[in-house]
Structure formats: structure tokens, C-alpha cells
């Protein structure tokens, strides 16, 4: 018990200095403390997750169900959320019973982590280590997204993702470039759009053609 008691208090730690690294509006330890939904939903749900291990009925639901009116976050208690992960704003978020979420995670409001279907088992997606999601994104399904990831605001992804890609639009597409600042942050302004890149590259084709045309015509 004493170690469990020791361990939350090391996750509390690390999720209130997380806050700090990645949210330049935090003030004071007080303001993180009173008026960060995001945190008191994480708290309420390590608490829940670690009472539906120990199998208690009804209870853990009802911590997941009050948080949700309180904070507007919804977290099943099932869901596995690992070490210093951040819901910044949080508005509107939901994570399903079977997401497993990995270390140094981030997502912002509206984001869905959700399901496809009534089948049973694992459902829900993985995040793994250093995953950033933006505002309003639906991953959806048992699928898996690689490390250090981002996906784009508004986006929704139904198939697995890489490591270090971005993944942007609807259906979710994969753009191998990297869009972030020197710590990390996924720059929403500076996402490129795979529609146009790609008639780039058709218009760049087609002035080589020309140009080689006018070569054999010359």
C-alpha cells in the first residue's frame, strides 16, 4: 500500500511538471492544481483504473461518469494511460475502455479515442511514447500509432500510423515530413495539405513532358 501511495505521488509530480513543459499559460502550481480539468480527470482516472483492477464494481464507473459532468473529459476507467500524458483544454475529449496511451503523450480538446463497432476485445487505439493529437481528431478502432507521431487537428485516422509521421485530412493520410518546433510541439499552421503537394508533383511532371516534347519536336 505504502508503495502504491508512493507511486501516485510520483505520477502526480510528473503529470502537474508536465503541464508547465508544454502549456505556457500555466502560472502557478495553484493554478495548475484549481483550474486544469485536464489534470483532474487524469487524477480521477488513475484512481478509477486502479479500483477496476482491484475489481470493485460500479464504483470506478461512477468516478469515470461524475468526472465527465465536472471536467466535460471522459475517460473509461479501463482505458491504460501512462506516465506525464497532458489533455490540454480537454473540452469534449473521450477515451474508450481498451486505449492504451503510452509516456510523454498529448491531446487536445475534442479529440475522440474511440471505437469502430460493438465487437468485443481490444477496440480502441494504442498511442504510443510521444504522440501528439490536435483539436478535434477522431482515432478510431484498434489500430496503433508509432511513436512520436502527430496527428494534424480535425483529422480521422482508421489505419495504423508510423513512427515520426504526420497524419492529416479525412480519411487520414500520411505525410512523411516532420512539423515541429525545437521542443516538439506539433505546429498546426505549418501542416501541409497532401491534395496539393501532390498536384505539385503533377505539374512539375507535365512541364518535363512539355519541355521534352518541344526538345523531339525542335
Not at 473529459?73 to 481498451?98: L, M, N, S, W, Y
Not at 521542443?183 to 499552421?189: A, F, R, S, T, V
Request: hydrophobic fraction near 40%.
Amino acid at each position: 500500500m505504502i508503495d502504491t501511495i508512493k507511486r501516485g505521488i510520483k505520477n502526480l509530480k510528473d503529470d502537474i511538471s508536465v503541464i508547465y513543459e508544454k502549456d505556457p499559460a500555466a502560472g502557478s502550481l495553484l493554478e495548475v492544481i484549481l483550474c486544469y480539468p485536464g489534470l483532474h480527470a487524469l487524477i480521477a482516472h488513475r484512481i478509477a483504473h486502479k479500483l477496476k483492477k482491484w475489481h470493485i464494481p460500479l464504483i470506478p464507473r461512477m468516478i469515470s461518469y461524475i468526472t465527465r459532468i465536472v471536467t466535460g473529459i471522459e475517460i473509461h476507467p479501463g482505458a491504460q494511460i501512462g506516465k506525464r500524458f497532458f489533455i490540454d483544454h480537454g473540452e469534449g475529449v473521450v477515451i474508450g475502455e481498451t486505449t492504451v496511451i503510452g509516456d510523454d503523450v498529448l491531446i487536445y480538446q475534442q479529440v475522440t479515442l474511440g471505437g469502430t463497432g460493438n465487437e468485443h476485445g481490444k477496440r480502441h487505439p494504442t498511442l504510443e511514447d510521444g504522440v501528439i493529437v490536435g483539436a478535434g481528431a477522431k482515432v478510431l478502432g484498434n489500430i496503433n500509432i508509432g511513436k512520436y507521431s502527430r496527428i494534424g487537428a480535425g483529422s480521422v485516422v482508421v489505419d495504423n500510423v508510423p513512427e515520426n509521421s504526420t497524419v492529416i485530412g479525412v480519411p487520414g493520410k500520411v505525410v512523411v515530413r516532420k512539423f515541429k518546433d525545437e521542443n516538439g510541439i506539433l505546429m498546426h499552421n505549418r501542416i501541409p495539405d497532401p491534395v496539393e503537394c501532390e498536384i505539385r508533383r503533377l505539374t512539375y511532371e507535365v512541364k518535363d513532358l512539355r519541355e521534352q516534347i518541344e526538345k523531339l519536336r525542335g
